[in-house]
């Protein structure tokens, strides 16, 4: 097989973006879908707004395993795209494989670690005895599909990279579709409540391996996987795992987000008007609802990263620089776009979900729309912030690629949720977001600027 992919270094650019990021982008809105789907059926299911702020409960547990998922599945994308436009690709596949290994590892892990402890775990990340019961039916079905999940989202982003998206995102398309059909069928048909949500769930994320392994056993383009693939090579799964940290450290961060957020908003929740049920139901919606628009964004860089990476690799820098103009562009775009959704129809998102059951709806829709308004108020740099680290990842610069995506929530947005509160109730955990987020757009263009400055566009012509 001929281990190349040169249509990176010398395609148009915009086609090859067009090409690369669409299908990425429905990839990721697809997995997206795997959680809304569920919050949507369950909010207007007999569980209702409780059932709603139980899923947000055990959200932090499926990011905290697409972190290590992404980490893996994203570094080793890079490390082969850049070993492609360096042209030393022969061996690449055994870091593929070998990340295969360590992704089910961790996974088994999890399920190890947390099911000893669930309501513990999911007394920490903000469930009230309202909402613990529900949140650990929901939690023991998925968590036992863990390791499937963590596969699923790991090889995804090998396909990519192997210019193959839009076979990445059939394999998603196809697990969402059955969880949508089985959600009606579990939830509604055969009353199964919080369980059959999980059970879809499970289903279309089996599914949507099978697809992929598949890919990786019959249709790689550009280098050949097999059983001499899974035969470990530390030292190039190494490099792989260096450039993945700022997949590994964003998602991490918006575990700790997530966490804070619950613990807070319960906390002064209870204090409030609210009570401890009605932030934690509106802040699970909030949470799928920025996951759609952030994953807009993610999926036109992580897209992009094979373009990018190859290029780095090739050192073709002015091609570099022009594509992160036009992702830039693009970035900007949907975020604009979504603050004016957010800030002009917040009750008209918050609706998709359903209405209120066993909350006071006056006081849910006060809240939604204040959640809405000031937590999202920024989500332009939020993204902008987001893409940037994606970007030093697939230039092979994980320290900047770190920087950039742990500054905003680990150094401002955490302290802030954390000490704003005690002046301002449960008002200062939502002015937390916009605060941090302006910060961290400062620091995002600083190190994006001093990083274009220090490398020097070769003099080939750009395409």
């Not at 669930?118 to 019961?133: C, H, Q, V, W």
């Not at 279309?204 to 056993?217: D, N, R, V």
């Not at 920024?378 to 680290?389: E, G, L």
């Not at 002015?431 to 263009?445: F, R, V």
Request: aromatic share 12%.
């Amino acid at each position: 097989m001929e281990q190349t992919n040169a249509e990176l270094g010398e395609g148009k650019l915009f086609k090859l973006m067009i090409k690369f990021s669409v299908p990425c982008v429905l990839s990721l809105l697809v997995s997206a879908l795997y959680n809304i789907v569920d919050q949507i059926f369950i909010g207007h299911s007999v569980a209702g707004d409780l059932g709603n702020a139980a899923t947000g409960v055990v959200f932090p547990v499926f990011i905290i395993a697409q972190a290590f998922a992404w980490w893996l599945g994203d570094g080793c994308a890079a490390f082969l795209n850049i070993c492609q436009g360096k042209n030393e690709a022969d061996g690449a596949h055994r870091a593929m494989g070998t990340g295969i290994i360590f992704t089910v590892i961790v996974g088994a892990g999890m399920l190890a670690v947390f099911y000893p402890i669930k309501r513990p775990l999911l007394y920490f990340f903000g469930a009230s005895e309202n909402t613990i019961d529900l949140a650990v039916e929901y939690f023991d079905i998925v968590l036992g599909f863990m390791p499937v999940f963590m596969a699923m989202n790991m090889i995804n982003g090998i396909i990519r990279a192997d210019g193959s998206p839009a076979w990445a995102m059939s394999s998603l398309l196809v697990g969402a579709i059955a969880n949508i059909i089985l959600d009606a069928v579990f939830i509604f048909a055969l009353g199964m409540g919080m369980a059959g949500a999980a059970w879809a769930t499970v289903i279309g994320q089996t599914l949507s391996l099978a697809i992929s392994a598949f890919y990786m056993a019959r249709k790689t383009k550009t280098f050949d996987f097999g059983i001499d693939s899974f035969k470990p090579d530390m030292r190039k799964f190494g490099e792989a795992v260096k450039l993945g940290l700022s997949s590994l450290a964003t998602q991490l961060t918006i575990v700790a987000i997530a966490v804070v957020c619950n613990v807070m908003l319960k906390k002064y929740g209870g204090q409030s008007a609210y009570g401890e049920d009605i932030p934690l139901a509106v802040i699970a919606i909030e949470n799928k609802v920025f996951t759609v628009v952030i994953n807009l964004t993610v999926g036109i860089a992580l897209g992009c990263q094979p373009i990018i990476s190859y290029n780095v690799g090739a050192k073709n820098y002015a091609r570099v620089k022009k594509l992160f103009l036009y992702i830039l562009l693009c970035t900007v775009a949907i975020g604009l776009v979504a603050t004016l959704l957010f800030e002009l129809a917040p009750l008209a998102v918050v609706g998709i979900f359903g209405a209120p059951k066993y909350s006071d709806p006056v006081l849910y829709k006060d809240f939604a729309v204040k959640t809405f308004r000031i937590f999202l108020m920024f989500v332009t740099f939020t993204c902008s912030v987001k893409m940037t680290s994606l970007f030093f990842q697939a230039a092979g610069k994980p320290a900047r690629a770190v920087v950039a995506s742990v500054l905003r929530d680990v150094l401002f947005f955490i302290p802030l949720a954390v000490t704003l509160p005690l002046s301002m109730g449960i008002d200062g955990v939502l002015w937390a977001a916009p605060i941090a987020d302006g910060i961290a757009i400062i620091i995002a263009a600083v190190i994006t600027v001093t990083y274009f400055k220090s490398i020097k566009a070769d003099s080939s012509v750009d395409r």
